[in-house]
Structure formats: C-alpha cells, structure tokens
C-alpha cells in the first residue's frame, strides 16, 4: 500500500494550488487522511486532516480559512485545496492515512508520529 501525493509546483503569491493524494494497493483502508509540511530548516508541522466518518476536519491556525482538505473515502482520496498562498507556505508537502488498527481520536488529528502510512511529498514554492 502506498499514498502518492501530486499537484505541487511554483505559484505566486495570492495563488492556489490543489494537492492530491491517492492510496494504491487492495486491502487500504482509513479512519482519515492528513496533510502535513516541512519547510527548509524546519521541523514537520501539522496543516489539516479529515475524518471520513464524520466528516470533521482540522486546521492549523496558519492555513485556516486558506486551505480546505477534502476526500473521497471510497476512492481512497484526499485533498487540499490551498489558496491565497504565501511565501512561508512554501514546503515539502505531505500526506499521511490514519490506518486501522489504532484510530487517532479527533484532538490528536495533527500529531505526526501517530499517523500510520506517509507519501512521498510534493514541492510548494510559492514566490513573492
């Protein structure tokens, strides 16, 4: 099983962009999806996940009421919809699929290290 994250590239600041991530393999399944970011000299931090049975998302403060993530559970899909960008959201962006057995409850959504399967991540470059 593996998650393959597309759609990054280089935009101007005020851009959008639309990643997605897709899971291959036959027995994948999710309790959700995050999206995750690492800029150059920084540390991995959390930018927005999505629970498929309810539905609920979350944000990081940084992108909230910027991005959106969305998701087709039964096309084992996610994706972040980012406009208005800005220069410091310029990363290596990531994808990562909460997998059964454990289930992250809804306040940890953005802890990396409990998330199961990770993508290769794409590159946002967003110019001034």
């Known amino acids: 099983v593996q998650l393959q994250a597309s759609g990054g590239g280089l935009v101007q600041a005020g851009g959008s962009l639309r990643l997605s991530c897709a899971a291959s393999?036959?027995?994948?399944?999710?309790?959700?999806m995050g999206w995750f970011r690492q800029a150059p000299g920084k540390e991995r931090e959390f930018v927005a996940a999505i629970r498929w049975s309810s539905t609920s998302t979350k944000y990081a403060d940084s992108v909230n009421g910027r991005f959106t993530i969305s998701g087709d559970n039964a096309k084992n899909t996610v994706y972040l919809q980012m406009n208005s960008l800005k220069p410091e959201d310029t990363a290596v962006y990531y994808c990562?699929?909460?997998?059964?057995?454990?289930?992250?409850?809804?306040?940890?959504?953005?802890?990396?290290?409990?998330?199961?399967?990770w993508g290769q991540g794409t590159l946002v470059t967003v110019s001034s």
């Open positions: 990562a699929a909460d997998t059964p057995p454990s289930r992250i409850i809804l306040s940890a959504l953005s802890v990396d290290t409990l998330y199961d399967l």
């Open positions: 393999g036959p027995t994948f399944s999710s309790y959700g």
